[in-house]
């Protein structure tokens, strides 16, 4: 990798950029400048324009006429891929790129080549696999398949296979959403990486909605909202309030504070889900219950088994051993459809392959697990289900309101609310959420957590399953923390902290923390904080 500072001028300059699409303006004379070896964050709601930005620094999209981007200080021709990478912009997006049945030494060479004599030199190709990523002191076994490795494990493949050797030295490595799905011990060791790269020179351009994470590994933000840029902060001497506001607006951020759910009264009675002795993928066993109006965390590190939990409760992994059951009725171990029956949605994050069809509208979306509730005599009733997705549109704020607007082509958050209103159009009694908020602003974020808690006022039982505790502690009235497949802890609504549920999640000990409620017959999770990494 050549070394940017060798250049001149900043890594990147943006100079009244705009974009237009038939009948609506998304990005408004936008200006941006980020120097070599800066992490500089780009924040803004869902919808602001930060994703249409992405895609034309990448050549996706062309800019208006007007418009001029520099990077190392020559002009950048604008709407050419090509022209992109050979100017020294790398991008790793929120979907990898990456093939989970093939290794790294495979998924690296599908872009970089490595062929010799027609044929691919395997023996070449894990040698440039295991120096491309001790550059950036990422040691994994390359012969592994990818999907058997920790989310940071892939995201670290992603990053060194973006930055691999080019023609043109590097300036500015663009990651989006990175840490949307990854646990906080792991988030650790990404920022690692991301220090790595910005030691030699290469600017990082941060995407994401995680605010601690911004005053965490950010030198400067630049916020985007409705299109038009609010302006750039240094982090330092930058409070989260000031942040907040230039993100969803003064009047907004007036109103806006930490979402809490209160405390539910008692549910009482037989839970509405019941899980007993359930194995299956990494899960060795879990037993789980949850009331009608209960909303229940699901929580642990990479590997703990809290990846399997939500397709294991519907049937879509297969169950090896246990029992799931929806108001006393045991389900079949592999049939997701019976689970529907049942009054049981699973609705998964954005990221994830099947959980949504992306090139449906959001209507069809929407309204595709209930369809039968449309149907009229060998007909769908259009206009009832065009109302419904309408309603779902204006309830969750999906940007644009465009009922008809496909799928694929929403940003990630608004992708996150059409899953979140297809579940919740199903009426189900039982809603099991894999990672909810992934890539959700924080205005949208709050919506999301006022909606889950109002519907199980209503009687809706809940199960959250996700890598970010704040999700956890915001909207569960208790958790239950996974380690090695079996339940390591169960914290009660008075325990629940991120800073718990972390210990909890890693093993350590800190003799100021209680355990919460503990599984039977196992002993409570405990943590010490100096054996942490901070």
Not at 132 to 153: C, H, Q, T, Y
Not at 233 to 249: D, F, H, N, S
Not at 280 to 301: Q, T, Y
Not at 423 to 438: F, K
Request: proline share 5%; hydrophobic share 45%.
């Amino acid at each position: 990798m050549s070394d940017p500072r060798q250049a001149t001028g900043p890594a990147l300059e943006v100079r009244g950029v705009s974009k237009t699409f038939p009948g609506h303006r998304v990005l408004h004379d936008v200006d941006l400048r980020i120097e070599p070896g800066e992490v500089h964050a780009l924040l803004g709601e869902n919808g602001s324009g930060k994703s249409t930005l992405i895609k034309i620094l990448s050549g996706f999209h062309p800019s208006d006429p007007g418009g001029e981007v520099a990077v190392a200080g020559r002009p950048l021709a604008l709407g050419s891929p090509t022209a992109s990478a050979a100017a020294g912009l790398r991008f790793v997006h929120q979907r990898l790129a990456i093939i989970p049945e093939l290794n790294a030494v495979e998924n690296v060479a599908l872009e970089a080549g490595y062929s010799r004599g027609g044929l691919i030199d395997w023996a070449d190709a894990g040698r440039y696999t295991r120096e491309l990523l001790g550059r950036l002191d990422v040691d994994i076994d390359i012969w592994r398949p990818m999907g058997e490795l920790r989310a940071v494990d892939r995201s670290s493949v992603a990053i060194a296979r973006a930055v691999r050797d080019a023609d043109e030295p590097i300036s500015l490595v663009v990651l989006d959403e990175p840490t949307a799905s990854l646990p906080e011990a792991e988030v650790r060791h990404l920022f690692e990486l991301i220090r790595e790269l910005t030691a030699s020179g290469v600017a990082v351009l941060y995407v994401s909605h995680r605010l601690d994470e911004i005053f965490e590994i950010a030198d400067r933000v630049s916020v985007l909202r409705d299109g038009h840029l609010q302006g750039t902060e240094p982090i330092a001497g930058l409070t989260r309030e000031r942040l907040v506001a230039m993100i969803v607006g003064d009047a907004a951020a007036a109103d806006y504070e930490a979402f809490v759910r209160a405390a539910p009264a008692d549910p009482g009675g037989a839970p509405l889900l019941g899980v007993a002795g359930l194995a299956a993928g990494r899960i060795a066993a879990l037993d789980l219950d949850v009331a009608a109006g209960e909303i229940v965390g699901v929580v642990g590190i990479a590997g703990s088994g809290r990846e399997d939990v939500a397709r294991a409760l519907v049937g879509a992994l297969p169950r090896e051993r246990g029992t799931v059951a929806v108001g006393g009725e045991a389900l079949p171990p592999d049939a997701p459809g019976a689970a529907l029956e049942a009054g049981m949605m699973l609705g998964l994050g954005n990221t994830q392959p099947n959980s949504a069809l992306r090139e449906f509208t959001v209507r069809e979306n929407v309204t595709l697990p209930s369809l039968r509730r449309y149907a009229g005599i060998g007909r769908i009733r259009r206009r009832r289900e065009w109302c419904t997705a309408r309603d779902w549109v204006e309830a969750l704020d999906i940007r644009p309101a465009e009922t008809e607007r496909r799928y694929d082509l929403l940003s990630g958050g608004n992708q996150q609310k059409t899953i979140l209103a297809k579940c919740l159009d199903a009426e189900p009694r039982v809603l099991v959420l894999d990672e909810p908020t992934a890539g959700v602003d924080v205005g949208a974020r709050r919506a999301i957590y006022e909606l889950l808690a109002r519907e199980a006022d209503r009687g809706l039982a809940v199960v959250v399953c996700s890598s970010d505790y704040e999700d956890v502690v915001s909207v569960c009235d208790r958790a239950v923390v996974l380690r090695g497949g079996r339940v390591a802890a169960r914290i009660d609504r008075e325990r629940l902290s991120e800073h718990d549920l972390l210990l909890a999640a890693t093993g350590g000990s800190d003799d100021d923390s209680g355990p919460g409620e503990r599984a039977a017959g196992e002993p409570a999770a405990t943590v010490n904080d100096d054996r942490m990494e901070h």
